[in-house]
């Protein structure tokens, strides 16, 4: 990450499918919806992996509350950042909804789930580094 400093009182998002960045930046917390409940995240929050269940990511920014309808994924928590890496946006209402993208699979091990999120975690660090290696 970046030398320059955090404000302990935000949490950097990073909110993403696998074909781009739906939100990055600063906010107040985020709620995001697991397979076992909602679970909310605040800055300072104890790191953490869990799989996203298909509906509402919510978060506050400074400039008011943002939501996103997210089909299944998977969040990670660490000191410094929360990402949310959803495999789709879900399109419809909710009962209703499907992913918005064809051939969306789901991911069967926390293996894979984890793998994904460190290759994140990876590019976010630097995202030039694939470039620099050919």
Request: charged content about 25%.
């Amino acid at each position: 990450m970046s030398d320059a400093p955090r404000d302990p009182n935000r949490l950097h998002l990073v909110v993403l499918t696998p074909e781009e960045i739906l939100f990055q930046g600063a906010v107040l917390w985020a709620q995001v919806p697991l397979i076992d409940g909602m679970v909310g995240v605040w800055p300072g929050h104890a790191p953490l992996i869990g799989r996203i269940d298909q509906g509402i990511v919510e978060y506050a920014t400074s400039t008011g509350t943002e939501k996103l309808a997210v089909a299944s994924g998977v969040l990670r928590v660490d000191e410094e950042r929360c990402i949310v890496l959803v495999g789709a946006l879900a399109e419809g209402e909710p009962g209703g909804w499907s992913a918005d993208g064809a051939g969306m699979e789901a991911l069967e091990t926390d293996g894979e789930l984890e793998a994904i999120v460190e290759g994140v975690l990876a590019y976010a660090d630097d995202p030039l580094r694939g470039l620099r290696d050919e």
